[in-house]
C-alpha cells in the first residue's frame, strides 16, 4: 500500500508542491531525523553540483539490474572517464537530426495509421500508441538495440517494466519487483547476443563499413581499434551502457510526451498558444525542405536555420512549462557521506549531518518564487536553464540530446493534429502502471 501511495503521488504531485510551498516558508532545508528536504532552487542544484558531498549510488545501484551505469557511479574519475568515452562516439549536432527525422516519420506513420483506422473522430494513445512507438523507433535504429525476438511488443512491455523500476523501486519480492527483474534478465540476455554478434562482425574485417551508424556500431568499433583501450572497455561495458540508454530512453519519452499533452489539454489558452508554436516551427521546416529541394536537387541538407532553431526553442520554453507541474522525476535522493554544510553564509543555511538522505526535488526547486516567479501560474516565458528535468551537475542526463529531440517532434505532430481534445471519460486522463505512465487517448478531426 505504501508503495502504490507513492506511486501516486509522484503521479500527482500537487499536493508534494503544496507541502514544498509551506516548507519553504517555514524552513528552506529542513532537517527531520535522517532525511534533509531542500527546498530552494538554489540549494537543490548545489545538491546536484557537489559531487563528493552528495553522492548517489546508495539509491540507485540497486536499480541499475544490468550492471554498474552512468547513475550508479560516484567515484568522480571513474565516472568522468565513462562518460566521456561515450560522449566520443556521439555526434550532437548529426545525431540530433537524426533522431528528430526518425522520430518525425516515425509520428506521420502513426497518425496516418490512426486516420485509416477510424471511421469517424480519430483517436490515438499519446502513450503507449505514440511516443512509446518513437522511442522504440529510436532504440532499435539509433541505439542499435533491436527488439527481442518476441516482437516489438514484448520488448516495449520489457522497457516499461524497467522505466517503472527507474522511476520507484517496488518492494522487493513483490509482484511488480519479480516482473522487473525478469525483465532486465531477458534484455540482458538479448543485449549480450546483440553486442558479441556485432564484436564478431567488427572483428572480422574492423575497417570495413558496417550497415547503419548507430550507437552500438560505433562503440564496438571503438572497442576494437582504439590503441591501448582500458581493459573495462568490453563487450560487458557496452551491453551495460547501451541497456541504461536504452532503459532511460524509453522512460523519459513516454513519461514526459503524455505529461506535456496532459498539461496543455487543461491550459486552453496555453494550448492554443502552444498550436502556434507548433505551426511556426512547421513553417520552417516546410521552408527548409523546399529550400534544399531547389539547392540541392531533392536533398535534404539537414542544417537549420536560426529561425528554425529558434522556433525549437519556443516550442520547447512550452513543454518544459507543462512539466513542471507534473516532471518525470519530481524527487531526487542523494547520499551525504560526511558532515557538510548547505547554503554557507546565507540566513537558511544547515549542517547536514553524516549518512543523511537529501532529498533535493526538482518539483520543489521549479516552484520557487525567487526563481519562478508567480510558480502557480503557467507562463511559457521563463528561461530554459532555470528548469531542471533533466537533473544538474555531473550527473545530468547523457541521453538528454536523444530525449528532446523525440519529445520536440511528439509533440508538434500532437498540436498540429486538428480538433485535438481528450478521449471521453477515462481513456482522456493520464493513467499509470504503477509509477510510470501508461495511457493517454485523444481524438482529433480527420484532415
Known amino acids: 500500500m505504501l508503495y502504490f501511495l507513492t506511486c501516486y503521488l509522484l503521479s500527482h504531485p500537487f499536493v508534494l508542491a503544496v507541502v514544498?510551498?509551506?516548507?519553504?516558508?517555514?524552513?528552506?532545508?529542513?532537517?527531520?531525523?535522517?532525511?534533509?528536504?531542500?527546498?530552494?532552487?538554489?540549494?537543490?542544484?548545489?545538491?546536484?553540483?557537489?559531487?563528493?558531498?552528495?553522492?548517489?549510488?546508495?539509491?540507485?545501484?540497486?536499480?541499475?539490474?544490468?550492471?554498474?551505469?552512468?547513475?550508479?557511479?560516484?567515484?568522480?574519475?571513474?565516472?568522468?572517464?565513462?562518460?566521456?568515452?561515450?560522449?566520443?562516439?556521439?555526434?550532437?549536432?548529426?545525431?540530433?537530426?537524426?533522431?528528430?527525422?526518425?522520430?518525425?516519420?516515425?509520428?506521420?506513420?502513426?497518425?496516418?495509421?490512426?486516420?485509416?483506422?477510424?471511421?469517424?473522430?480519430?483517436?490515438?494513445?499519446?502513450?503507449?500508441?505514440?511516443?512509446?512507438?518513437?522511442?522504440?523507433?529510436?532504440?532499435?535504429?539509433?541505439?542499435?538495440?533491436?527488439?527481442?525476438?518476441?516482437?516489438?511488443?514484448?520488448?516495449?512491455?520489457l522497457l516499461r517494466r524497467l522505466a517503472a523500476l527507474i522511476l520507484l523501486e517496488p518492494p522487493e519480492g513483490s509482484k511488480e519487483w519479480l516482473a522487473a527483474r525478469k525483465a532486465i534478465l531477458d534484455l540482458t540476455e538479448h543485449l549480450a547476443c546483440l553486442v558479441k554478434s556485432r564484436s564478431a562482425e567488427v572483428g572480422r574485417s574492423p575497417s570495413a563499413p558496417l550497415a547503419g551508424d548507430d550507437l552500438l556500431t560505433r562503440l564496438v568499433k571503438s572497442m576494437h581499434l582504439s590503441a591501448g583501450r582500458p581493459a573495462w572497455f568490453n563487450e560487458d561495458w557496452i551491453r551495460r551502457y547501451l541497456t541504461g540508454l536504452a532503459v532511460f530512453g524509453n522512460a523519459t519519452v513516454a513519461q514526459t510526451a503524455a505529461h506535456t499533452i496532459d498539461q496543455l489539454l487543461a491550459r486552453p489558452r496555453a494550448l492554443r498558444r502552444a498550436q502556434q508554436a507548433a505551426r511556426r516551427l512547421e513553417g520552417f521546416r516546410n521552408a527548409q525542405r523546399r529550400s534544399s529541394k531547389a539547392a540541392a536537387g531533392d536533398t535534404d541538407t539537414g542544417q537549420r536555420g536560426r529561425g528554425e532553431h529558434e522556433a525549437v526553442q519556443r516550442l520547447r520554453q512550452f513543454i518544459y512549462e507543462a512539466l513542471r507541474f507534473r516532471p518525470m522525476l519530481p524527487l531526487l535522493a542523494r547520499y551525504s557521506p560526511r558532515e557538510t554544510t548547505l547554503a554557507k553564509g546565507t540566513k537558511r543555511a544547515r549542517c547536514v549531518p553524516a549518512g543523511a538522505r537529501v532529498i533535493a526535488g526538482p518539483l520543489a526547486a521549479m516552484f520557487d518564487p525567487d526563481v519562478f516567479e508567480r510558480p502557480w501560474q503557467f507562463c511559457s516565458a521563463r528561461p530554459i536553464e532555470d528548469y531542471v528535468h533533466f537533473g544538474h551537475g555531473p550527473h545530468v542526463c547523457f541521453g538528454k540530446y536523444v530525449a528532446d529531440a523525440q519529445i520536440v517532434e511528439i509533440v508538434r505532430t500532437v498540436l498540429l493534429l486538428p480538433g485535438l481534445k481528450r478521449a471521453p471519460g477515462r481513456r482522456g486522463r493520464v493513467r499509470y502502471e504503477g509509477p510510470a505512465v501508461d495511457s493517454l487517448h485523444v481524438t482529433f478531426s480527420p484532415r
Open 20 to 157: 514544498f510551498a509551506f516548507i519553504r516558508r517555514i524552513r528552506p532545508i529542513m532537517v527531520v531525523g535522517g532525511n534533509v528536504i531542500v527546498t530552494k532552487h538554489d540549494d537543490v542544484k548545489d545538491v546536484l553540483e557537489r559531487f563528493d558531498d552528495f553522492t548517489l549510488a546508495e539509491y540507485t545501484e540497486s536499480k541499475m539490474l544490468g550492471g554498474p551505469f552512468l547513475l550508479s557511479i560516484d567515484g568522480r574519475v571513474r565516472h568522468t572517464r565513462e562518460r566521456e568515452l561515450l560522449g566520443s562516439v556521439v555526434f550532437p549536432a548529426h545525431d540530433e537530426r537524426w533522431i528528430e527525422r526518425l522520430a518525425a516519420d516515425q509520428c506521420k506513420a502513426l497518425i496516418k495509421r490512426a486516420m485509416e483506422d477510424a471511421p469517424g473522430p480519430c483517436e490515438i494513445d499519446i502513450a503507449g500508441g505514440l511516443a512509446e512507438a518513437v522511442a522504440l523507433k529510436i532504440v532499435g535504429t539509433y541505439f542499435g538495440v533491436t527488439a527481442v525476438a518476441a516482437g516489438k511488443h514484448e520488448m516495449a512491455r
